[in-house]
């Protein structure tokens, strides 16, 4: 975290709640960084929390007593519980578990955690943490939907391997991640609804969105890959989940924190990238293709290391192409005989235009955002982008140019206008 974002979090006050989860754990690096960026915290922890972590271990990173009982006679003695509630400015839950989730949507009191944050009128974070059977759960993503309308802002979760042996959503965002995400103001969370007047014009809507590079293996210690830093795709996620959408996002390997209130899946290969998006797109409204997907791999990998041989000064690898994912997105018909709008990406270094009509056309995609990634300071790595948009919808064909801006601006704007295509396309 940069000395501006640790300045940003300076003497805020945060209560921290740990709940039963084996990602308590993490609970005490984040509790090390909120002290290191000079915030005020105090801890909560359920009586669950206590089996993962102890309550002194928090205690002596944070130099402050860590409540565990609402019933504590000597914290009610002075009603403890409200002042605790009145004192925090954030009220974060990491890990949050799907019991804690379950009992705050339903407006539960019936611990110290819970009935602070029923008491409380700070701003309020959780960083879910469970099995992704758990977090799939249609129980589970009806109390995500509840939570978010109550005002939680949601932090992951991340997606991966798990401590069961499982793989898949819900793994607690990293203590980095979560301190990543809380430097960011109110504002600029909500910037998206209030843009549209407060509406929430995606909601109800599935979002499937593929980001970042894929890696391509040649032996255990090299691959193909490309530029990709995955920031123009994170902030697609970003964006329709702030106009209301629940957002599946497919993503390469990158270093960028999970947007809050996305489902993540991480994966490395572009056959990994191709059965995710399958198996995503098969129940989802619009499918972004945003990630660049190496088009070949090689035809075998080797076992070992290749090794240099003396003498030779070439190497030769025989390469086969890869799925091509955007086209078979938009090949999908369900019994209706409908697909999800399909949105695929042209990063191109000439002629933008041409080559981007002919991938539109070629693909049968329902639009596409193309972008010079020749262009100084914009595309792979930049935090800034331009585009050229093309669609077809009911209304027939249509155009924009995008000129350079924030990537999280263009994103909003190309979510915008593929909802409109999404209204407006016509039956194929």
Same mark, same amino acid.
């Given at each position: ?6 300045? %940003? ?17 993490? &609970? ?20 669950? $929390? ?11 990173? !944070? ?5 565990? &009982? ?6 009610? $003695? ?7 509630? +009145? ?7 990491? /890990?949050?578990? $799907? ?13 110290? =955690? ?38 939680? *802002?949601?932090?992951? /979760? ?18 980095? $991640? ?13 910037? #998206? ?26 032996? /255990?210690? *090299? ?34 924190? !999970? /947007?809050?209130? @996305? ?7 572009? %056959? ?28 075998? @990998? ?30 999908? +018909? ?14 191109? !270094? ?24 020749? !262009? ?12 050229? =948009? ?8 249509? #155009? ?7 990537? &999280?601006?263009?994103? *909003?704007?190309?979510?915008? %206008?593929?909802? #409109? ?8």
């Amino acid at each position: 975290m940069t000395t501006q974002s640790a300045h %940003r979090l300076a003497g805020r006050r945060i209560l921290l709640g740990i709940s039963a989860g084996i990602a308590a754990y993490k &609970s005490a690096q984040l509790a090390r960084l909120l002290k290191q960026s000079g915030c005020e915290v105090r801890v909560v922890m359920t009586e669950g $929390a206590q089996a993962f972590i102890t309550p002194l271990t928090l205690q002596a990173l !944070t130099g402050e007593p860590v409540r565990t &009982s609402l019933l504590d006679p000597e914290a009610e $003695a002075g009603m403890g519980h409200i002042e605790l509630a +009145r004192w925090a400015e954030t009220i974060l839950i990491a /890990p949050a578990t $799907a019991d804690l989730m379950a009992r705050l949507a339903q407006g539960m009191a019936d611990d110290l =955690l819970t009935t602070l944050c029923l008491a409380s009128d700070a701003e309020k974070m959780m960083a879910p943490a469970m099995n992704q059977a758990m977090w799939r759960h249609v129980a589970t993503q009806r109390n995500v939907e509840r939570l978010a309308q109550d005002g939680w *802002r949601l932090l992951g /979760p991340a997606s991966g391997d798990q401590a069961c042996g499982d793989v898949g959503p819900g793994r607690m965002l990293e203590p980095e $991640a979560i301190m990543a995400e809380l430097i960011l103001p109110n504002r600029e969370i909500a910037h #998206g609804q209030a843009a549209l007047g407060g509406e929430m014009p995606a909601r109800g809507l599935h979002v499937v969105i593929t980001a970042g590079p894929t890696r391509e293996p040649l032996d /255990p210690v *090299r691959y193909l890959s490309n530029h990709s830093s995955g920031k123009m795709g994170f902030a697609l996620a970003a964006a329709a989940a702030e106009l209301g959408a629940r957002v599946s996002l497919i993503s390469g390997p990158v270093i960028l924190p !999970t /947007p809050a209130g @996305v489902e993540r899946t991480d994966v490395e290969t572009a %056959r990994q990238m191709h059965e995710a998006s399958r198996l995503l797109a098969a129940d989802c409204d619009i499918f972004i293709g945003c990630a660049a997907v190496a088009d070949y791999r090689a035809e075998a @990998v080797a076992e070992h290391k290749i090794k240099k041989t003396e003498g030779e000064e070439a190497l030769s690898l025989r390469l086969i192409k890869n799925p091509d994912i955007i086209a078979d997105i938009a090949k999908l +018909r369900d019994t209706s005989g409908g697909r999800p709008l399909v949105v695929g990406f042209a990063a191109e !270094t000439r002629e933008l235009e041409t080559y981007a009509r002919d991938k539109l056309e070629r693909k049968r995609l329902d639009m596409i955002v193309a972008n010079d990634v020749s !262009t100084a300071g914009l595309g792979f790595g930049a935090d800034d982008n331009a585009a050229l =948009l093309l669609w077809r919808d009911g209304e027939g064909e249509g #155009g924009a140019s995008l000129p350079p801006q924030p990537k &999280s601006e263009l994103a *909003r704007a190309v979510i915008e %206008r593929a909802l #409109g295509c999404l209204t407006s396309r016509p039956v194929h």
